[in-house]
């Protein structure tokens, strides 16, 4: 049973970074067998993918949105992977949720940040963005 923790979320001032952790257990190297995905939802929202990276590959993927303020990355050796949050604006304040997913679909495009196709998640983590 595949097993997904995340952590690393808190209050932040705008400007300000997080890095969050999702640490994966259940299967040996399992991030060599699943994408993992990164998500949140924030109030009042539908949860939207904000990145993801691939199983063997390490390859990576970003919304629009959050594009060259976040960087996902993993320790293979640790099975975490982390995502890192600069610059952080009032509107990042959610809950950030890691999933594992199938690798069949295309790591290099939007489809890998759509939530059908993720199946084990994590229980969140809260990101608050506030002065």
């Known amino acids: 049973q595949v097993q997904l923790v995340e952590s690393g979320g808190g209050l932040v001032q705008p400007g300000g970074s997080l890095r969050l952790s999702c640490a994966a257990s259940?299967?040996?190297?399992?991030?060599?067998?699943?994408?993992i995905g990164w998500f949140r939802q924030a109030p009042g929202k539908e949860r939207e993918g904000v990145s993801s990276i691939s199983d063997s590959d390490g390859l990576t993927y970003y919304a629009d949105s959050v594009k060259g303020r976040f960087t996902v990355s993993r320790d293979s050796s640790k099975n975490v992977v982390y995502l890192q949050i600069d610059s952080l604006k009032p509107e990042d304040t959610a809950v950030y949720y890691c999933?594992?997913?199938?690798?069949?679909?295309?790591?290099?495009?939007?489809?890998?940040?759509?939530?059908?196709?993720?199946?084990?998640w994590g229980q969140g983590t809260q990101v608050t963005v506030s002065s």
């Open positions: 999933a594992a997913g199938t690798t069949l679909v295309s790591p290099l495009t939007d489809v890998v940040l759509r939530e059908g196709f993720y199946d084990y």
């Open positions: 259940g299967l040996t190297a399992i991030l060599d067998y699943y994408n």
